[in-house]
């Protein structure tokens, strides 16, 4: 497909751009300036005339995105809904099914730490109970689904009976350290263990090829705002109509909840249900998707913006493949440039499959230790956030730095607004700051800021 503009900074004059290269894409992404128009004309329709527009002009324009993102992911219109945000749409579905006594919800433990605190938080509230499952990365594809089906083997046949894995959390593609997973491969042994598959894939559409058609899964999340430029935050939502009725209400209950006929007396008419009439006009949709073309007054526009931003991506970027080709590229050759530029390495496998997404994740030349140039244990925290910190106030850039098992781990994200020498420049500065922590100079910085 022909290409409007080239990939790197040529491409920039499309998006609103700050004054360094944004090398942290994948946090919460970023938009052109073609989908804002879009945006803003939809906001000036709903600003003008409210009612009109969220009663009878915004159902129908839902329905053509929705259309277009099932398109993407191949599935039927009816199972896609849209949510703000991957969290919010695995807290639907985590709440919405019920827990049985000795039920487990297993999940690798570099998990998403707001869905980890998700099923604590289910933990406390009900009969569940929860697994995690330690994956030291790097590791291969083969080693990792291997652990994935020992740890829910033992844990159903520890249980006798009484116990059992009723879900499984599993990412596309891991947040820290930003990693690709092998989800096709844990879907499908989902369904050979009898287990249901939560995926996370917040870091999916638009980043890597989805056919959840072909791949089945149970559940499965993926923001829109990430890598597909669709404003924040929207995200999908995939439930098959085969696990709709275990989700009973949209997150929060609103008009298209269909309550159970004894749960809401009528005074005015005792022993039959109350009826509880809408203030919007009748829904044509499925009573699944019913329940989320309306979740309470918010400003969903963003939502509608799905078909600007693949007219973009088609139009201005050549389509899918060559999106998505030239980031994995980048991140591919950015990554080893920066590690050589640091002096350390890439995060990789032997089957370098965990590095085939628009993710690199390289090591900082930071040793934890008490010996010279070392950081004591107690100031890693403290190490980090001076680094990010320096990023942001004197660099106008934020680096996304995690600690994984004590070591400094950068995550840089390609993207087609950039180049090979942003991430080199990106690379030198980081160096120089991880100079300073090295030489002790960063503490004296730090007392003075």
């Known amino acids: 497909m022909p290409q409007g503009t080239p990939f790197g900074p040529p491409m920039r004059k499309h998006f609103l751009s700050g004054s ?6 994948g946090s919460f992404g970023t938009f052109p300036e073609e989908v804002r128009s879009t945006l803003n004309e939809y906001q000036r329709q709903l600003e003008s005339q409210p009612d009109i527009f969220i009663r009878y002009t915004y159902p129908p324009l839902l329905e053509k995105a929705r259309a277009a993102t099932a398109s993407i992911l191949n599935v039927p219109v009816e199972e896609v809904v849209f949510v703000p945000n991957a969290t919010t749409g695995i807290n639907t579905v985590l709440r919405g099914i019920r827990f049985d006594d000795g039920d487990i919800i297993v999940h690798f433990e570099t998990v998403y730490g707001a869905i980890e605190k998700t099923v604590a938080y289910l933990v406390e509230t009900t009969k569940v109970e929860n697994e995690a499952i330690e994956a030291r990365w790097p590791i291969d594809d083969d080693a990792l ?32 350290p930003g990693v690709r997973l092998p989800f096709e491969r844990l879907i499908a042994k989902c369904k050979e263990l009898n287990v249901l598959s939560m995926v996370d894939g917040a870091h999916g559409i638009g980043h890597i090829p989805l056919d959840l058609g072909e791949l089945k899964p149970d559940f499965f999340v993926s923001n829109l705002h990430k890598w597909l430029f669709v404003p924040r935050g929207a995200c999908v939502l995939h439930v098959p109509v085969a696990n709709q009725h275990l989700i009973r209400s949209a997150l929060p209950t609103s008009w298209g909840f269909v309550p159970a006929s004894k749960t809401v007396p009528s005074f005015t008419h005792p022993g039959k249900p109350k009826e509880i009439p809408s203030p919007l006009p009748a829904s044509t949709q499925p009573p699944f998707v019913a329940m989320f073309d309306f979740v309470g007054t918010i400003d969903n526009t963003n939502y509608l913006c799905v078909s600007s931003a693949l007219a973009f991506r088609s139009a201005v970027c050549g389509g899918e493949d060559q999106i998505m080709s030239y980031c994995i590229k980048l991140a591919l050759e950015g990554g080893d440039r920066a590690a050589e530029i640091l002096g350390t390495e890439v995060m990789d496998d032997s089957n370098h499959t965990i590095r085939n997404c628009a993710f690199a994740m390289v090591k900082l030349p930071l040793e934890m230790g008490d010996g010279k140039g070392m950081v004591k244990e107690e100031n890693k925290m403290a190490v980090t956030k001076w680094i990010a910190e320096r990023g942001v106030e004197e660099l106008h850039i934020f680096f996304a ?14 993207q087609v607004y950039l180049e090979l020498a942003d991430v080199e420049w990106g690379a030198l500065k980081l160096k120089g700051l991880c100079e300073k922590v090295s030489s002790g100079e960063w503490l004296a910085e730090g007392k003075n800021g």
């Open 401 to 414: 730095l995690g600690l994984y098992k004590d070591e400094w781990w950068w995550r840089i994200s390609a």
């Open 20 to 25: 360094n290269p944004n090398l942290n894409h």
């Open 145 to 176: 689904v291997r652990q994935f089906e020992e740890k829910i083997v033992k844990l159903n046949t520890e249980g006798g009976g009484k116990s059992k894995v009723r879900l499984a959390i599993f990412d596309t593609i891991v947040s820290m």
